[in-house]
């Protein structure tokens, strides 16, 4: 869904206007896209809104049929060729510059032919050498706005990780909601499906007094700019540079248009695709029965996927894959929820990098609901202060087993994230890990490997009988290091025939595995563990994000070796 702005529908007529004047094309010509290109600057209200909604474009002061034309087609695709055969009639160099937002064509030819400037990151240089600010009729604030305009094209390219945007998101939700006219607030978007990174955020609701809730959500402390405020929509810019859209919407149609935001784009189009075999027309108002035209709308979603005869689809499936073809089949299974886990197998403590003490970990853990958790703080090698030597080690698994005497209910499996040296072996006595209820092991050295080696290096450590699981299998930071070059596939098969299990580390900056290896390696029947991998009690919360990515890995709790209670995870570790 690309939003077009109106002033971004003003820049594009006025571009024309400029660059037919280059040309010396006849003057009655260009005043036409000039005032037109004014008269939508000023519009009170959303062209885009208005072309949804069949208004008549012609409405507006200085727009005739050629021009609404050239809007429709703008707002419907997100370009107009007229303009783009134009701008190829430039030079290349001119054309990239009027990509900016606040450079036109005059500007952009100057740049171009007085400071040889080609690219953004040319005239991104040339800003802040001085360069641009010292043409003259330029000057400093012209260059400041369009070094700005440069940034804010930058933060929409950027898309975020979950982990950071969430919380900020529900912050301002939570907020939200202390309004009573704003009904059914929802995040939609890559958020609601829970992505690894998203982009803008969309918020949806409904209210009777629009005017009063966009005028609190511009007004919240969190908004670092207000970046458009129209009648029913207004976007904000947060702190992290994230850019957040509310959407007030019509009751009645809140259903479609919920599903239709969420997207995915791809799951839309097959949904289309689906609707039109049974002559049925979708769009974010409603199905149109095609043969009556009749319009049904729907105020949930599920109303909307039973009239095209599907079962629900949960947002995380919503990628266009075969999700469609599932629910066709009444096929989508019930995916694991948070409330199915029942313990946390990979924590660290104050032994090693950790902050909490196993007993004030254990005793977050079990006010949570859980019923056991697995302690699993680091091996010496890995070269940290802390990690455990096995005097220390043993020293742990006493107090371990002295707290346990003490807590009702509730069991610490005593444990250790031991590390896989580069040859494959493991950096402790394999008589010590065999005294252990459950051994992590992962790579956390000599991570350039290439794949052969690293490959055979983490199949011996699964191989190994005294490793349970594999922790973060790819070793990849989101957005910082990219994953170890290894043969996923002979991983997991590896996995599936010794019965070892492999993590979905929850902590939002390694999401690992991530959804499309969780799914492989379910299909392969190897049993998965998601765990935090927490370094405090507070990180104990990181856990949803873990069950994101297993949803979106189509997991159901039976996948899942933590969702069982305590006598049959201890089965399992002892059957290995
Ligand atoms: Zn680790
Ligand atoms: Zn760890």
Known sequence: ??????????????????????????????????KAARAIDHLPTEIEQMVKEGGDLKDIPGVGEAIAKKITELVTTGKLHYYEELRAEFPEGISTLLDIPGVGPKIAIRLCNELGINTIEDLEGAILDGRVASLPRLGDKVAENILRQIQAMRTKERRIPIGEALPVVEDIMAELRQNPDLRNLTPAG???????????????????????????????????????????????????????????????????????????????????????????????????????????????????????????IPPELREGQWEVERAEQNAIPRLIEPGDLKGDLHLHTQWSD??????????????????????????????????????????????????????????????????????????????????????????????????????????????????????????????EREPIRADLEAIFRAAAETNTALEINAMPSRLDLKDIHAFRAKELGVKLIIATDAHSSSQLDLIRFGVGVARRGWCEAKHILNTSPLEDVEAFLKHR
Do not use: W
Request: proline share 2%; glycine share 8%; hydrophobic share 40%.
């Open 354 to 479: 950790g902050h909490d003490s196993i007993e004030s970990i254990a005793l977050a853990a079990r006010a949570r609901g859980y019923q056991y958790i697995a302690i699993t703080d680091h091996s010496a090698g890995r070269g940290i202060a802390r990690g455990l030597n096995e005097e220390r080690l043993r020293r742990q698994i006493i107090e371990i087993r002295e707290l346990n005497e003490r807590m009702d209910g509730f069991r610490i499996l005593a444990g250790i994230e031991v590390d896989i040296r580069a040859d494959g072996t493991l950096d402790l006595p394999e008589d010590l890990l065999a005294e252990l209820d459950i051994v992590f092991a992962a790579v956390h050295s000599a991570m350039n490997q290439e794949q052969d080696k690293m490959t055979q290096r983490i199949l011996r450590a699964i191989k190994n009988p005294h490793v349970h699981v594999l922790a973060h299998p790819t070793c990849r930071l989101l957005g």
């Open 190 to 312: 890559s958020l609601r499906r829970f992505r690894e990174t998203v982009g803008d955020i969309d918020l949806m609701g409904t209210t009777d007094d629009r005017e009063r809730i966009l005028d609190a959500f511009v007004g919240l402390p969190q908004v670092k700019e207000v970046l458009a405020m129209g009648g029913t929509k207004a976007s904000i810019l947060v702190p992290g540079d994230l850019q957040i859209d509310l959407r007030l919407v019509d009751h009645d149609s809140f259903g479609s248009l919920l599903q239709y935001f969420t997207g995915s784009k791809q799951h839309n189009i097959a949904l289309r695709e689906r609707g039109h075999r049974q002559k049925l027309k979708l769009s974010e108002y409603g199905i149109t029965d095609l043969e009556s035209g009749v319009i049904d709308k729907f105020t949930t979603e599920e109303a909307f996927y039973e009239r095209l005869g599907l079962q629900f």
């Open 1 to 34: 869904m690309r939003v077009v702005k109106n002033s971004a529908i003003a820049k594009v007529f006025s571009d024309i206007a400029d660059l037919l004047e280059i040309k010396g094309e006849i003057p009655f010509k260009i005043r036409a896209y000039q």
